[in-house]
């Protein structure tokens, strides 16, 4: 079974920094991709950044270009996502998942929810102004 959980979410003041970690089982990094989402009260869900082991993707959404740093520990079967001048913006539900990673694909694709499936339980991550 596919299993991640995210956590370390919190509520912080603009500005200030947090670092959610994914810890992971049940598949192969040498396969699949992990992704970072957030969703906000009334909005859809949105791809953040993604890291791929087997092609050596790093992605970042537009919006934390620059203030978002994904890293992985592989031997942990962790990921994590170092957030840096958080934003009100900023403010959702994070959450981690995995895809395989398909045989024709984009130099993003793993930022778009559509290849994941089963979405577990996120952390909240308020940022005050």
């Known amino acids: 079974d596919v299993q991640l959980q995210a956590s370390g979410g919190g509520l912080v003041q603009a500005g200030e920094s947090l670092r959610l970690s994914c810890v992971t089982s049940?598949?192969?990094?040498?396969?699949?991709?992990v992704g970072w989402f957030r969703q906000a009260p009334g909005k859809e869900r949105e791809g953040v950044s993604c890291?791929?082991?087997?092609?050596?993707?790093?992605a970042y959404a537009d919006s934390v270009k620059g203030r978002f740093t994904i890293s992985s520990d592989y031997h942990k079967k962790t990921v994590f996502l170092q957030m840096n001048s958080l934003e009100p913006e900023d403010t959702a539900v994070y959450y981690c998942?995995?895809?395989?990673?398909?045989?024709?694909?984009?130099?993003?694709?793993?930022?778009?929810?559509?290849?994941?499936?089963?979405w577990g339980q996120g952390t909240q991550v308020t940022v005050s102004s």
């Open positions: 890291i791929s082991k087997y092609d050596g993707t790093l």
């Open positions: 998942e995995a895809a395989l990673v398909p045989i024709y694909r984009t130099s993003s694709w793993c930022l778009d929810s559509r290849w994941y499936d089963d």
């Open positions: 049940g598949f192969s990094f040498d396969d699949y991709a």
